[in-house]
């Protein structure tokens, strides 16, 4: 049982996450009754879990697929430093090594180093979404003050770079 699922059950998924029993990946996980965001509690393993789903089991940054070998990371896409919140709508999955070599840079100007990269294949579009659908989350529930700011000036930096 894992109450952070609710008490639901839990089994163990590839990549050794955990996701409610009777589901597949991620995406059942979402097909709780209730949200998640700022509604309900998810525990970490449940919220990388969906953010590896949802990126098709690659990392947002470079493109490479997750593995034994190339493990998933939790990606904050407005850091934790700026006040982003540890919720599913700012969190991403990327390799170990686009986490470290990100560090504290944008999501915006981490983009652009992603794609002068040879061989990377950055998820542009996936990012826009997951920037937008934060900046929607973040609206709903209030609060937040820091990393609207933040995430603001990032979703500028989104539009004028397309």
């Not at 430093?81 to 981490?110: F, M, Q, T, Y």
């Not at 579009?125 to 609206?139: P, V, Y």
Request: charged residues 25%; proline residues 7%.
């Amino acid at each position: 049982m894992c109450p952070s699922l609710g008490n639901r059950e839990v089994r163990f998924a590839p990549l050794g996450l955990a996701l409610p029993s009777g589901t597949s990946r991620a995406v059942g996980a979402l097909a709780l009754a209730e949200p998640f965001g700022h509604d309900r509690l998810v525990d970490r393993a449940a919220r990388l879990a969906l953010a590896v789903d949802r990126q098709g089991g690659r990392c947002l940054w470079c493109g490479r697929r997750f593995g034994p070998l190339i493990p998933p990371t939790t990606e904050h896409l407005v850091p934790r430093l700026k006040g982003g919140p540890s919720i599913v709508a700012n969190e991403a999955a990327a390799c170990r090594r686009c986490n470290a070599d990100r560090g504290h840079i944008g999501p915006v100007d981490w983009l652009a180093q992603c794609r002068r990269r040879h061989g990377w294949a950055p998820q542009a579009t996936l990012l826009a979404t997951l920037l937008n659908a934060l900046d929607i989350e973040l609206e709903n529930v209030g609060g937040h003050r820091r990393a609207r700011r933040y995430l603001s000036s990032q979703l500028r930096r989104c539009r004028s770079s397309h």
